[in-house]
């Protein structure tokens, strides 16, 4: 194995400049040491490999397998149909709903949220008084279970809940809404509580990205004369592209895969017209609670090849070069 | 919106370069401030009332104060099991996700080998897809086990879930580590398993709280494998018990309010202490 590698490098690391190819010494101390490199790398990579395999890896594979079946869930599946559930799925109006709703999501969380989250974290950014107060606040809805999230708007949100009584205080009744049972509205009450919540974990990244981007260059800028709005827009604002995408690519995973809080705030008769499923709760719905573990699995399926190739995409023609600055790590 | 030049170094006022704004820096604030917080303070304060006070006046404040809510929620047991639960598996978890996390990011950090790059993309293609999607394969798997309700059901695939964010944050922070040190351990007769051990587990402490943290409000938060494979109520979890509670007595509005009220309190708490650590150890993974 070592001979096809020249670069092998005992006391290597990935902060080494890509070291010079030593002239490759055969000794049988050299050979032990090999040996001992090999044992460490596979004894402290194994326990992950194996968990991550076993519990991530696995199940898709098997998702895969078992969609191609009519199963209930009892014994194992035979009644083989090929890629019948598929064609079900996408001729089931509900599950074209799910879609729909998951792509309103996506990209409406990903144009409200991006913009408003740039905007609280540039002046979460700034140096004031009390600043780590307020970043603190601007986190907490991040920071509270999706299920806590999903029961307090549920209560706020209700016929008779506090969000109507106040538009009817503010003398606003006509606004007022069966904002979580109707059909029309309940996808967009939605995606406002999910901006809600996910909105600070935006903000968490960009300040992140922001403590990143060297003080020096805006008071360069600014000594220079440029306003604060100038600083931004040409200096820090670029310096934190990469950020962005990256917040992008979790924010549109995260968005595929949608389930808590949908689950625990649409009426089920709601959901199960289709107004406010996703593809995870309708997986859920048909899968595990109707028992229909064949066709679960499809949509299972389904899910995870329009996120890998969306996520595929969007690495192949934005995220590229950040990831291999993330990726290969090159310490500052 | 123009600047003053009376921003240079000669006081300690020059911290503030953009002092001009401070009372806008101070209503924009307050604005996001008030937007995220106003309906948690509903909730907490909602629960020092009575359910006929909140359907006569939804947007009222409490009038007595009332502590029956919270009082009634602490005494059942119920509660404090599920508190107990999910802290047993949040912490289970971190435990897992840190190990298995430091010491596959070490090798992918300090080790030079063929395959090292593919298996570095191998952890991170769990970035590259929910890991939800595989949810019902994964309870008939942990069926099969003879998983389903034990703690383990829970744990090792949060563990597994968490390990590609993980391994993400800590490589290039382990990377960063001075090839001197490892340089002058190896001087000393120190093994890669002796530096690892007494100088990178030391000076990682940062990037491992980090990821410990993400890996522990993760589990905590986390609903939709429990709800799959827990059915045994006294292995529930709070966020199964704040769903169950709010499903059971939905006319108890007050009592819903109180429990999820006392549920959030310690992911709050939590976090308020952990903050600055959260956004430090981002700070390499996201690097501009």
């Given at each position: 194995m070592t001979s096809t590698n020249p670069t092998l490098d005992l006391a290597g690391g990935a902060t080494a400049p890509p070291a010079g190819r030593r002239p490759a010494r055969r000794s049988p101390h050299r050979a032990a040491e090999t040996r001992r490199k090999w044992y460490e790398i596979i004894g402290l990579t194994t326990p992950a490999v194996i968990v991550y395999v076993m519990f991530v890896l696995v199940p898709m594979g098997f998702a895969f397998y078992y969609s191609l079946f009519r199963w209930r869930?009892?014994?194992?599946?035979?009644d083989f149909v090929g890629f019948d559930n598929y064609v079900l799925a996408f001729q089931d109006p509900i599950f074209l709903d799910a879609l729909r709703n998951n792509a309103i999501i996506v990209f409406g969380s990903l144009l409200i949220q991006g913009p408003v989250a740039l905007g609280v974290a540039l002046l979460l950014n700034?140096?004031?008084?009390g600043r780590t107060l307020f970043r603190l606040l601007a986190f907490v809805p991040y920071v509270l279970a999706e299920v806590t999230v999903g029961i307090m708007w549920k209560l706020l949100l209700s016929d008779a809940g506090t969000f109507n009584a106040f538009l009817e205080a503010l003398g606003?009744?006509?606004?007022?809404?069966a904002w979580l049972a109707d059909l029309d509205i309940v996808i967009w009450t939605l995606l406002f509580i999910l901006t809600w919540k996910y909105v600070g974990f935006a903000i968490i990244l960009l300040l992140a990205g922001l403590s990143n981007v060297p003080q020096e260059l805006n008071e360069a800028a600014a000594i220079d004369g440029a306003s604060w709005w100038q600083t931004q827009r040409h200096i820090t604002l670029p310096l934190l592209g990469p950020t962005i995408r990256i917040w992008m690519f979790l924010s549109m995973i995260g968005s595929l895969q949608v389930f808590d809080i949908i689950w625990v705030t649409s009426v089920p008769a709601v959901r199960s017209l289709g107004a406010s499923a996703t593809m995870a709760t309708y997986m859920v719905d048909n899968?595990?609670?109707?028992?229909l573990w064949g066709y679960g699995n499809a949509v299972a399926v389904i899910l995870f090849v329009i996120s890998f190739v969306a996520a595929l995409l969007f690495q192949r023609f934005l995220l590229r070069r950040d990831i291999q600055g993330a990726v290969t790590g090159r310490a500052k | 919106m123009t600047m003053t030049a009376?921003?240079?170094?000669?006081?300690?006022?020059?911290?503030?370069?953009?002092?001009?704004?401070s009372p806008l820096t101070y209503a924009l604030a307050l604005a996001v401030a008030a937007v995220s917080i106003t309906p948690v303070v509903y909730v907490i304060v909602g629960g020092f009332r009575t359910t006929p006070q909140i359907v006569a006046d939804p947007a009222g404040l409490p009038d007595?104060?009332?502590w029956d809510n919270y009082r009634r929620v602490l005494t059942q047991s119920n509660f404090w099991e599920q508190t107990f639960n999910s802290g047993v598996i949040a912490l289970g978890t971190t435990l897992g996700v840190v190990l298995l996390g430091v010491s596959a990011a070490f090798v992918l950090a300090r080790y030079t080998f063929r395959g090292r790059e593919a298996l570095f993309t191998f952890f991170t293609?769990?970035?590259?897809?929910?890991?939800?999607?595989?949810i019902l394969p994964l309870y008939l798997m942990l069926r099969d086990l003879n998983?389903?309700?034990?703690?383990y059901a829970v744990m090792l695939p949060q563990i597994a879930f968490q390990l590609p964010i993980t391994i993400v944050i800590l490589r290039p922070f382990l990377a960063a580590i001075p090839r001197e040190l490892e340089d002058a351990a190896a001087i000393d007769g120190t093994g890669r398993i002796g530096f690892l051990w007494r100088i990178v587990l030391p000076l990682s402490r940062p990037a491992m709280v980090t990821v410990g943290i993400l890996a522990f409000v993760a589990s905590w938060n986390a609903f939709l494998l429990p709800l799959l494979v827990l059915g045994d109520a006294s292995l529930h979890t709070l966020p199964l018990g704040v769903q169950n509670f709010s499903s059971q007595y939905t006319s108890d509005t007050a009592g819903i309010l109180a429990f999820t009220s006392l549920a959030m309190l310690p992911a709050l708490l939590f976090f308020t202490f952990a903050e600055k650590q959260i956004v430090g150890g981002l700070q390499g993974a996201v690097k501009g």
């Open positions: 869930g009892v014994g194992p599946p035979t700034r140096k004031f008084r606003l009744g006509g606004l007022v809404q899968g595990f609670f109707a028992r | 009376n921003t240079m170094p000669s006081s300690s006022t020059a911290r503030r370069p953009f002092a001009w704004s007595p104060w009332v293609l769990g970035l590259l897809f929910p890991a939800g999607a595989a998983l389903i309700n034990s703690y």
